[in-house]
Protein backbone atom coordinates (compact mmCIF):
# COMPACT_ATOMS: atom_id res chain seq x y z
CA UNK A 1 0.00 0.00 0.00
CA UNK A 2 0.84 3.42 -0.75
CA UNK A 3 0.84 5.50 2.55
CA UNK A 4 1.19 9.26 3.20
CA UNK A 5 1.86 10.20 6.84
CA UNK A 6 0.87 14.19 6.95
CA UNK A 7 2.60 16.04 9.62
CA UNK A 8 5.86 15.00 10.79
CA UNK A 9 5.78 15.73 14.32
CA UNK A 10 6.72 12.63 17.09
CA UNK A 11 3.57 10.25 16.53
CA UNK A 12 3.21 11.01 12.46
CA UNK A 13 7.06 10.00 11.85
CA UNK A 14 6.79 7.08 14.50
CA UNK A 15 3.88 5.82 12.24
CA UNK A 16 6.18 6.51 9.11
CA UNK A 17 8.78 4.52 10.38
CA UNK A 18 6.24 1.59 12.03
CA UNK A 19 4.69 1.29 8.45
CA UNK A 20 7.36 1.93 6.36
CA UNK A 21 8.51 -2.41 7.06
CA UNK A 22 5.24 -3.68 5.07
CA UNK A 23 4.77 -0.32 2.99
CA UNK A 24 5.69 2.19 0.79
CA UNK A 25 5.90 5.38 3.01
CA UNK A 26 5.85 9.07 2.21
CA UNK A 27 6.55 11.46 5.57
CA UNK A 28 5.46 15.10 4.36
CA UNK A 29 6.79 18.39 6.73
CA UNK A 30 5.74 21.70 5.63
CA UNK A 31 8.97 23.16 6.96
CA UNK A 32 11.36 22.36 4.24
CA UNK A 33 14.49 23.10 6.69
CA UNK A 34 13.03 20.58 8.78
CA UNK A 35 12.73 18.14 5.53
CA UNK A 36 16.06 18.57 4.68
CA UNK A 37 17.37 17.75 8.04
CA UNK A 38 15.29 14.46 7.62
CA UNK A 39 17.30 13.73 4.59
CA UNK A 40 20.45 13.77 5.74
CA UNK A 41 20.07 12.97 9.06
CA UNK A 42 17.75 10.01 8.24
CA UNK A 43 16.48 10.69 11.54
CA UNK A 44 13.58 13.34 13.04
CA UNK A 45 16.02 15.28 14.79
CA UNK A 46 13.55 18.08 16.48
CA UNK A 47 10.86 15.71 17.85
CA UNK A 48 12.12 11.84 17.39
CA UNK A 49 15.98 11.93 17.68
CA UNK A 50 16.62 8.48 18.79
CA UNK A 51 14.41 6.95 16.13
CA UNK A 52 16.42 5.95 12.70
CA UNK A 53 14.57 6.11 9.41
CA UNK A 54 14.23 2.88 7.73
CA UNK A 55 15.75 2.76 4.00
CA UNK A 56 12.72 3.53 2.07
CA UNK A 57 11.06 6.10 3.62
CA UNK A 58 10.83 8.61 1.57
CA UNK A 59 10.50 12.64 3.65
CA UNK A 60 8.63 15.67 1.31
CA UNK A 61 7.88 19.12 1.81
CA UNK A 62 6.11 19.25 -1.66
CA UNK A 63 2.30 18.40 -0.95
CA UNK A 64 1.21 17.31 -4.42
CA UNK A 65 3.78 14.93 -5.02
CA UNK A 66 3.25 13.35 -1.70
CA UNK A 67 -0.45 12.75 -1.95
CA UNK A 68 -0.02 11.57 -5.58
CA UNK A 69 -0.59 7.79 -5.73
CA UNK A 70 -1.22 7.40 -2.08
CA UNK A 71 -4.06 5.13 -1.40
CA UNK A 72 -4.20 6.06 2.41
CA UNK A 73 -3.23 9.39 3.80
CA UNK A 74 -2.42 9.88 7.48
CA UNK A 75 -3.00 12.86 9.23
CA UNK A 76 -0.65 13.70 11.97
CA UNK A 77 -1.95 17.16 12.89
CA UNK A 78 -3.07 18.86 16.09
CA UNK A 79 -7.16 18.85 16.03
CA UNK A 80 -6.34 22.74 15.52
CA UNK A 81 -4.93 22.01 12.20
CA UNK A 82 -7.02 19.23 11.43
CA UNK A 83 -10.14 21.52 9.27
CA UNK A 84 -7.50 23.20 7.17
CA UNK A 85 -5.86 20.25 6.27
CA UNK A 86 -8.61 18.28 5.48
CA UNK A 87 -9.78 21.24 2.92
CA UNK A 88 -6.42 20.62 1.48
CA UNK A 89 -6.54 17.06 1.22
CA UNK A 90 -9.78 17.10 -0.50
CA UNK A 91 -8.77 19.40 -3.16
CA UNK A 92 -5.90 17.00 -4.21
CA UNK A 93 -6.74 13.56 -2.55
CA UNK A 94 -6.50 10.83 -5.50
CA UNK A 95 -8.94 8.31 -6.59
CA UNK A 96 -10.36 5.80 -3.82
CA UNK A 97 -8.01 7.33 -1.24
CA UNK A 98 -9.00 7.09 2.37
CA UNK A 99 -7.95 9.39 4.90
CA UNK A 100 -7.14 8.21 8.88
CA UNK A 101 -6.60 11.34 11.70
CA UNK A 102 -4.65 10.87 14.54
CA UNK A 103 -5.82 13.81 16.56
CA UNK A 104 -7.11 13.59 20.14
CA UNK A 105 -9.25 16.81 21.09
CA UNK A 106 -12.22 19.04 20.06
CA UNK A 107 -12.19 22.02 17.68
CA UNK A 108 -12.23 25.09 19.45
CA UNK A 109 -14.81 27.25 19.65
CA UNK A 110 -17.12 24.60 18.39
CA UNK A 111 -16.41 21.95 20.56
CA UNK A 112 -16.56 19.30 17.22
CA UNK A 113 -15.20 15.91 17.72
CA UNK A 114 -12.62 15.13 14.81
CA UNK A 115 -15.00 13.38 12.76
CA UNK A 116 -17.49 15.82 12.80
CA UNK A 117 -15.69 18.54 11.68
CA UNK A 118 -14.33 16.02 8.71
CA UNK A 119 -18.37 15.44 8.16
CA UNK A 120 -18.10 19.39 7.09
CA UNK A 121 -15.57 19.22 4.70
CA UNK A 122 -15.45 15.99 2.95
CA UNK A 123 -17.08 14.67 0.22
CA UNK A 124 -18.84 11.91 1.19
CA UNK A 125 -17.13 9.30 -1.05
CA UNK A 126 -13.41 9.83 0.72
CA UNK A 127 -13.85 6.87 3.46
CA UNK A 128 -12.16 8.15 6.39
CA UNK A 129 -11.53 7.35 10.49
CA UNK A 130 -9.37 7.70 13.75
CA UNK A 131 -6.60 5.56 14.31
CA UNK A 132 -5.97 6.16 18.57
CA UNK A 133 -5.59 4.16 22.05
CA UNK A 134 -2.58 4.01 24.28
CA UNK A 135 0.59 4.38 22.24
CA UNK A 136 3.95 6.97 23.13
CA UNK A 137 5.46 7.63 19.56
CA UNK A 138 8.54 6.64 20.78
CA UNK A 139 7.80 3.23 21.74
CA UNK A 140 6.04 2.25 18.62
CA UNK A 141 9.27 4.14 16.77
CA UNK A 142 11.51 1.55 18.62
CA UNK A 143 8.97 -1.40 17.55
CA UNK A 144 7.65 -2.20 21.32
CA UNK A 145 4.62 -4.18 21.22
CA UNK A 146 1.17 -1.67 21.25
CA UNK A 147 -1.79 -2.18 20.29
CA UNK A 148 -4.23 0.59 18.66
CA UNK A 149 -7.90 1.17 17.27
CA UNK A 150 -8.82 2.36 14.10
CA UNK A 151 -12.53 3.24 13.52
CA UNK A 152 -14.91 4.67 11.33
CA UNK A 153 -18.36 3.63 10.13
CA UNK A 154 -17.62 2.61 6.93
CA UNK A 155 -17.13 -0.59 8.30
CA UNK A 156 -15.14 -1.95 5.65
CA UNK A 157 -12.85 0.10 5.65
CA UNK A 158 -11.90 -0.11 9.13
CA UNK A 159 -11.32 -3.95 8.48
CA UNK A 160 -9.35 -3.11 5.60
CA UNK A 161 -7.47 -1.13 6.67
CA UNK A 162 -6.90 -1.99 10.16
CA UNK A 163 -5.41 -5.66 8.60
CA UNK A 164 -3.26 -3.58 5.91
CA UNK A 165 -1.32 -1.50 9.09
CA UNK A 166 -1.46 -4.44 11.43
CA UNK A 167 1.69 -6.02 12.08
CA UNK A 168 2.95 -7.88 15.44
CA UNK A 169 4.35 -5.08 16.89
CA UNK A 170 1.81 -2.70 16.43
CA UNK A 171 -1.89 -4.44 16.77
CA UNK A 172 -4.53 -2.54 14.80
CA UNK A 173 -8.40 -3.30 15.95
CA UNK A 174 -11.00 -2.25 14.13
CA UNK A 175 -14.16 -0.37 15.72
CA UNK A 176 -17.14 1.30 14.30
CA UNK A 177 -17.45 3.51 17.09
CA UNK A 178 -15.80 6.50 15.96
CA UNK A 179 -17.48 8.56 18.95
CA UNK A 180 -16.62 6.33 21.60
CA UNK A 181 -13.22 5.96 20.56
CA UNK A 182 -12.95 10.22 19.86
CA UNK A 183 -14.37 10.85 23.27
CA UNK A 184 -11.59 8.79 25.03
CA UNK A 185 -8.97 9.86 23.06
CA UNK A 186 -9.67 13.39 23.73
CA UNK A 187 -10.77 13.67 27.46
CA UNK A 188 -8.25 11.34 28.28
CA UNK A 189 -5.48 13.96 27.99
CA UNK A 190 -7.39 16.17 30.20
CA UNK A 191 -7.56 13.43 33.22
CA UNK A 192 -3.56 13.41 32.22
CA UNK A 193 -3.04 17.17 33.57
CA UNK A 194 -4.72 16.32 36.65
CA UNK A 195 -2.72 13.28 37.44
CA UNK A 196 0.15 15.27 36.63
CA UNK A 197 -0.95 17.81 39.84
CA UNK A 198 -1.72 14.56 41.50
CA UNK A 199 1.54 12.87 41.23
CA UNK A 200 3.43 16.84 41.21
CA UNK A 201 1.62 17.84 44.55
CA UNK A 202 2.83 14.28 46.39
CA UNK A 203 -1.02 12.89 46.84
CA UNK A 204 -0.05 9.96 46.80
CA UNK A 205 -0.58 6.30 44.38
CA UNK A 206 -3.89 5.69 45.75
CA UNK A 207 -5.05 9.28 45.08
CA UNK A 208 -3.82 8.53 41.54
CA UNK A 209 -5.51 5.46 41.33
CA UNK A 210 -8.66 7.42 42.61
CA UNK A 211 -8.68 9.62 39.84
CA UNK A 212 -8.04 7.68 36.85
CA UNK A 213 -11.09 5.33 37.91
CA UNK A 214 -13.23 8.45 38.76
CA UNK A 215 -12.10 10.23 35.62
CA UNK A 216 -12.81 6.76 33.62
CA UNK A 217 -16.86 7.38 34.96
CA UNK A 218 -16.31 10.89 33.37
CA UNK A 219 -15.38 10.14 29.92
CA UNK A 220 -17.81 7.25 30.14
CA UNK A 221 -20.67 9.69 31.07
CA UNK A 222 -19.74 12.19 28.54
CA UNK A 223 -18.85 9.24 26.00
CA UNK A 224 -22.14 7.67 25.95
CA UNK A 225 -24.50 11.24 26.35
CA UNK A 226 -23.00 11.60 22.68
CA UNK A 227 -23.57 8.46 21.59
CA UNK A 228 -20.52 6.02 22.37
CA UNK A 229 -20.41 2.98 22.95
CA UNK A 230 -19.50 1.75 27.10
CA UNK A 231 -17.55 -0.96 25.47
CA UNK A 232 -15.26 1.06 23.62
CA UNK A 233 -14.86 3.64 26.35
CA UNK A 234 -13.86 0.70 28.99
CA UNK A 235 -11.05 -0.57 25.86
CA UNK A 236 -7.69 0.51 24.58
CA UNK A 237 -9.08 3.75 23.51
CA UNK A 238 -10.53 5.08 26.61
CA UNK A 239 -9.47 2.94 29.90
CA UNK A 240 -5.99 1.68 27.83
CA UNK A 241 -5.49 5.31 26.79
CA UNK A 242 -6.62 6.78 29.82
CA UNK A 243 -4.15 4.59 31.73
CA UNK A 244 -0.95 4.43 29.89
CA UNK A 245 -1.39 9.20 29.69
CA UNK A 246 -1.87 9.37 33.24
CA UNK A 247 0.84 7.30 34.42
CA UNK A 248 3.70 6.92 31.67
CA UNK A 249 6.32 9.52 31.73
CA UNK A 250 6.27 10.12 28.26
CA UNK A 251 2.63 12.03 28.77
CA UNK A 252 3.08 15.74 27.64
CA UNK A 253 -0.29 16.44 29.05
CA UNK A 254 0.83 14.67 32.35
CA UNK A 255 3.56 17.17 32.20
CA UNK A 256 1.37 19.89 32.05
CA UNK A 257 -0.13 18.82 35.46
CA UNK A 258 3.76 18.27 36.77
CA UNK A 259 4.45 21.67 35.71
CA UNK A 260 1.24 23.32 37.16
CA UNK A 261 2.02 21.83 40.48
CA UNK A 262 5.53 23.58 40.71
CA UNK A 263 3.76 27.01 40.12
CA UNK A 264 4.25 27.62 36.69
CA UNK A 265 2.33 29.48 34.78
CA UNK A 266 0.12 28.06 31.48
CA UNK A 267 2.16 30.15 29.51
CA UNK A 268 5.57 28.89 30.78
CA UNK A 269 4.53 25.32 30.84
CA UNK A 270 3.71 25.78 26.67
CA UNK A 271 7.19 27.28 26.09
CA UNK A 272 8.70 24.80 27.43
CA UNK A 273 6.84 21.87 26.12
CA UNK A 274 7.54 22.50 22.66
CA UNK A 275 4.72 19.65 21.18
CA UNK A 276 1.27 20.24 21.37
CA UNK A 277 -0.38 19.23 24.63
CA UNK A 278 -3.94 18.75 23.30
CA UNK A 279 -5.48 18.53 26.77
CA UNK A 280 -4.54 22.19 27.51
CA UNK A 281 -7.31 23.16 24.87
CA UNK A 282 -9.52 20.30 25.25
CA UNK A 283 -10.14 21.21 28.67
CA UNK A 284 -12.36 24.41 27.57
CA UNK A 285 -14.53 22.42 25.28
CA UNK A 286 -14.78 19.42 27.79
CA UNK A 287 -16.33 22.34 30.13
CA UNK A 288 -18.41 23.65 27.06
CA UNK A 289 -19.86 20.62 26.29
CA UNK A 290 -20.78 19.31 29.95
CA UNK A 291 -22.10 22.42 30.70
CA UNK A 292 -24.26 22.16 28.09
CA UNK A 293 -25.08 18.55 28.49
CA UNK A 294 -25.63 18.76 31.97
CA UNK A 295 -22.93 16.10 31.98
CA UNK A 296 -21.43 16.29 35.66
CA UNK A 297 -17.53 15.78 35.00
CA UNK A 298 -16.01 17.46 38.72
CA UNK A 299 -12.60 16.35 37.66
CA UNK A 300 -12.60 17.70 34.12
CA UNK A 301 -13.99 21.04 35.40
CA UNK A 302 -11.66 21.13 38.30
CA UNK A 303 -8.54 21.21 35.90
CA UNK A 304 -10.73 23.89 33.53
CA UNK A 305 -10.67 25.93 36.97
CA UNK A 306 -6.86 25.27 37.48
CA UNK A 307 -6.01 26.40 34.04
CA UNK A 308 -8.42 29.30 32.93
CA UNK A 309 -10.11 30.70 35.62
CA UNK A 310 -6.12 31.12 37.72
CA UNK A 311 -7.69 29.42 40.74
CA UNK A 312 -4.77 28.19 43.40
CA UNK A 313 -4.37 24.67 42.93
CA UNK A 314 -4.73 23.71 46.94
CA UNK A 315 -8.32 25.03 46.60
CA UNK A 316 -9.11 23.24 43.34
CA UNK A 317 -7.89 19.79 45.04
CA UNK A 318 -9.35 20.74 48.76
CA UNK A 319 -12.59 21.84 46.65
CA UNK A 320 -12.76 18.28 44.25
CA UNK A 321 -11.99 16.54 48.08
CA UNK A 322 -15.00 18.15 49.44
CA UNK A 323 -17.24 16.86 47.35
CA UNK A 324 -20.43 15.23 49.22
CA UNK A 325 -20.09 11.13 48.84
CA UNK A 326 -22.56 9.66 46.20
CA UNK A 327 -22.89 6.50 44.53
CA UNK A 328 -20.11 4.55 42.53
CA UNK A 329 -21.90 3.63 39.48
CA UNK A 330 -24.76 6.25 38.80
CA UNK A 331 -23.70 7.19 35.60
Avoid at 59 to 85: C, H, K, M, N, Q
Avoid at 112 to 140: D, K, N, R, T, W
Avoid at 242 to 266: E, F, K, M, Y
Wanted: net charge neutral.
Amino acid sequence: MNITVIGAGAWGTALAISFSARHRVTLWARDVDQVVQMRAARRNLRYLPDAAFPDGLVVSDDWATALSGAELVILAVPTAALRATLQSFAQLAPAGCGVVWLCKGFEAGTSLLPHQVAAEVLPPEISCGVLSGPSFALEVAKNLPTAVVLASTDGAFAQRTAQALHHARLRVYASHDVIGVEVGGAVKNVMAIAAGVCDGMGLGNNARAALITRGLAEITRLGLKLGGCQETLGGLSGAGDLILTCTGDLSRNRRVGLLLAQQQSLEQILQQLGHVAEGVYAAREVHRLAQHLGVDMPICEAVHRALYDRIPLLDVVNDLLSRTASQEFNL
